[in-house]
C-alpha cells in the first residue's frame, strides 16, 4: 500500500491551496483517513481526519478554514485549504489508519505560506 500526496506549494497569506493523497493498493474502508502536519520544530499533529461513517474532526486552528473529504470508490483523501496563515506552514502528510502502529503515511508535501 502506497499514499501519494500532492497539491503543496507556496501560497500568499489568505490564499488556498488543495491538497490530494491517492492511496495504491488495497485499505479497508472502515480505516480513517486524513492529514496531519508537522512544522520545523514542532511535534507533527492532526488537521483533519474522517472516518469511515464520514464523521470528520478538525483541529481547532483550522475549523472553518480547511475541509477534509474521502473518496472510498477511488481511495482518496482531499483537504482543501482556504483563507491560509503563515501559522500553517508546515509539512503535510495524509495518513490511513491513524497514528498507531498499523497506520500508514505518505511521503508529505510541503506547504508554505508566505507573503
Known amino acids: 500500500v502506497q499514499l501519494q500526496a500532492s497539491g503543496g506549494g507556496l501560497v500568499q497569506p489568505g490564499g488556498s491551496l488543495r491538497l490530494s493523497c491517492a492511496v495504491s493498493?488495497?485499505?479497508?474502508?472502515?480505516?480513517?483517513m486524513g492529514w496531519y502536519r508537522q512544522a520545523p520544530g514542532k511535534e507533527r499533529e492532526m488537521v483533519a481526519v474522517?472516518?469511515?461513517?464520514?464523521?470528520?474532526k478538525y483541529a481547532d486552528s483550522v475549523k472553518g478554514r480547511f475541509t477534509v473529504s474521502r473518496d472510498n470508490a477511488k481511495n482518496t483523501v482531499t483537504l482543501q485549504m482556504n483563507n491560509l496563515s503563515v501559522e500553517d506552514t508546515a509539512v503535510y502528510y495524509c495518513?490511513?489508519?491513524?497514528?498507531?502502529?498499523?497506520?500508514?503515511w505518505g511521503q508529505g508535501t510541503q506547504v508554505t505560506v508566505s507573503s
Open positions: 495518513n490511513v489508519g491513524g497514528r498507531g502502529a498499523f497506520g500508514l
Open positions: 493498493g488495497s485499505v479497508s474502508s472502515a480505516n480513517a
Open positions: 474522517v472516518g469511515a461513517g464520514g464523521r470528520v
